[in-house]
């Protein structure tokens, strides 16, 4: 019944890639786990159409297409990932298979072969949710609200604009509250997790026995999945110009101008041996 009506409301993504022979992603743009596994997409040169949603209105659509394929577990690739029936992304495939969360994406599609399971791992677990709470700690601050209204409406059109002055903003804030923007002591102590996690990252670059790219993780001549996974989870904490393409660049620039304590997080991690690949994948493959 309430898979019916999702998938009533949002679309029906399985019928859409039947019809059209071509993958369809359901994703909320700007999140950097759909980033990772956009790009690996488009690497390889994989045709697929992206459905973009905010944060909020990402659930019917997800909720559709995971209830109606009864795949209540959800599991990712290696059965690693809790419950949830609302991540993106979300893939569903012309023969109506659902692919559950980035990795599973990546690797399936794009061809490029494995990642060693430690480094996914600690990209998945602990690296990715840090970038995420350090962009909306930012994000979310006071002083950032005009980017933050700018960043959430430029997804959608004047309806949402309209929503996200009458009840969305208010609805996301809470729904964030955890993150603390605002309170300098929450901000330290996850920068000084990130300065950890950074170190454990940074040694995977020694492991790579001399290669240009970690390939799986172990080093490579070409860039491999845990090279894309890398540098897209640690966007948010370096701000390469062509994250998502560039689409969200100018929203970015701007904080980095208003708010000297968010370009100066951004300066640092630009310097460590993380940030300098990060900012060099982008270069190079986006
Ligand atoms: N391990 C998952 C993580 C995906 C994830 O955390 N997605 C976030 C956006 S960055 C999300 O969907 N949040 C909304 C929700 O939980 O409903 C993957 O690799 O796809």
């Known amino acids: 019944m309430l898979a019916a009506f999702a998938r009533l409301v949002s679309g029906d993504f399985k019928e859409i890639s039947r019809k059209k022979q071509r993958p369809q992603m359901v994703t909320i743009p700007f999140s950097h786990y759909v980033e990772f596994a956009r790009w690996s997409l488009l690497y390889a040169r994989v045709q697929f159409d992206e459905h973009p949603f905010t944060p909020g209105d ?11 394929d009864k795949q209540k577990a959800a599991k990712g690739s290696d059965g690693d990932e809790k419950e949830n029936l609302t991540l993106v992304p979300l893939v569903v495939l012309p023969e109506g298979e659902v692919l559950n969360d980035s990795w599973t ?17 600690f990209l998945n677990q602990q690296w990715g949710p840090q970038t995420r709470a350090f962009a909306y700690s930012f994000l979310l601050k006071k002083g950032n609200s ?5 960043l959430i409406t430029s997804v959608g059109g004047w309806w949402l604009q309209i929503k996200f002055f009458l009840f969305y903003d208010s609805i996301l804030r809470n729904h964030f509250r955890s993150v603390r923007p605002d309170d300098p002591e929450a901000l330290k102590e996850l920068i000084a997790k990130m300065k950890a996690s950074v170190s454990t990252l940074d040694s995977y670059f020694d492991k790579a026995g001399g290669k240009k790219y970690l390939g799986d993780g172990k080093g490579s001549d070409q860039p491999g999945i845990a090279d894309f996974a890398l540098a897209a989870l640690t966007a948010p ?39 300098k690949f990060c900012l060099d994948m982008y270069e190079q493959h986006r």
């Not at 990402?58 to 109606?68: E, G, N, Q, Y």
């Open 146 to 150: 005009q980017t933050w209204k700018d």
């Open 105 to 121: 994406i990546a690797q399936r599609l794009s061809g490029m072969g494995g990642i060693d399971p430690e480094l996914k791992e």
């Open 237 to 275: 904490c370096v701000n390469p110009p062509k994250f998502c393409g560039g689409m969200y660049s100018d929203f970015f620039d701007g904080m980095i101008k208003k708010d000297p304590e968010y370009s100066a997080s951004i300066k640092e991690f630009r310097e460590t041996r993380t940030g």
């Open 58 to 68: 990402h659930i019917l659509p997800t909720l559709s297409v995971r209830l109606a």
